[in-house]
């Protein structure tokens, strides 16, 4: 698995086409056929009491396991997007790889995510079809949060450019239904909403796919 650093979630996401030792034999064996590009991005933003607040992932890991012969297709999407191209998709975001631009917002984030106890955000693709419009794919999986797992289904748009397959869209979520308090400072004053947004811009590059 390649892990991939940025210069710049919190909770989420997301999302891939159509896009310990038992955590490690859960997720497929890389393949240098797909890969994230740098410009990849995964940020997560909410509301305070006082303010709005965001937070990015500094870090992201993927997984893609393809089928073993490389399907038809005039493209790498329309390829990807072939049923039976892919066997497995896993997107790993390090918890501690959540940055905001304030420390304190960190810590409590990272404290009611329990990661010392739960230290990454998985994402496991369970199904992806075609939409109703171009480029566009519903998507259902699974989300593992805070040693939760919810099931989740998400709308993506799939294009591509000179960097790769783009895969973006954006899911709202309720923390609570990960077990998740919502963090709080200043002795209770300033409070996080329960709701956050997490969006991506994923950038598959393409190494002969």
């Known amino acids: 698995m390649r892990t991939t650093r940025?210069?710049?979630?919190?909770?989420?996401?997301?999302?891939?086409?159509?896009?310990?030792?038992?955590?490690?034999?859960?997720?497929?064996?890389?393949?240098?056929?797909?890969?994230?590009?740098?410009?990849?991005?995964?940020?997560?933003?909410?509301?305070?009491?006082?303010?709005?607040?965001?937070?990015?992932?500094?870090?992201?890991?993927?997984?893609?396991?393809?089928?073993?012969?490389?399907?038809?297709?005039?493209?790498?999407?329309a390829r990807l997007a072939a049923p039976g191209a892919v066997k497995a998709i896993v997107l790993t975001v390090p918890v501690e790889g959540l940055k905001s631009d304030k420390d304190g917002l960190d810590k409590n984030m990272y404290k009611a995510l329990k990661a010392s106890a739960n230290p990454d955000i998985v994402f496991r693709l369970r199904s992806a079809t075609a939409g109703s419009a171009a480029g566009e794919f519903q998507v259902a999986g699974d989300l593992q949060v805070a040693g939760q797992s919810q099931p989740i289904e998400m709308t993506v748009h799939a294009t591509e450019c000179a960097e790769g397959i783009v895969i973006e869209g954006s899911k709202a979520l309720l923390m609570s239904s990960y077990g998740i308090k919502p963090p709080?400072?200043?002795?209770?004053?300033?409070?996080?909403?329960?709701?956050?947004?997490?969006?991506?811009?994923?950038?598959?590059?393409?190494?002969?796919?």
């Open 6 to 77: 940025f210069t710049s979630i919190a909770t989420v996401v997301a999302v891939l086409v159509a896009g310990g030792a038992a955590y490690a034999a859960s997720v497929p064996e890389p393949t240098s056929r797909i890969t994230l590009a740098e410009a990849s991005r995964l940020t997560l933003t909410g509301k305070s009491t006082l303010h709005e607040f965001s937070s990015t992932a500094t870090r992201l890991q993927l997984a893609v396991e393809l089928a073993d012969t490389r399907p038809s297709g005039d493209s790498a999407l």
């Open 184 to 209: 709080s400072m200043f002795l209770g004053t300033l409070k996080t909403n329960d709701q956050i947004v997490i969006a991506w811009r994923l950038v598959l590059a393409n190494n002969g796919f």
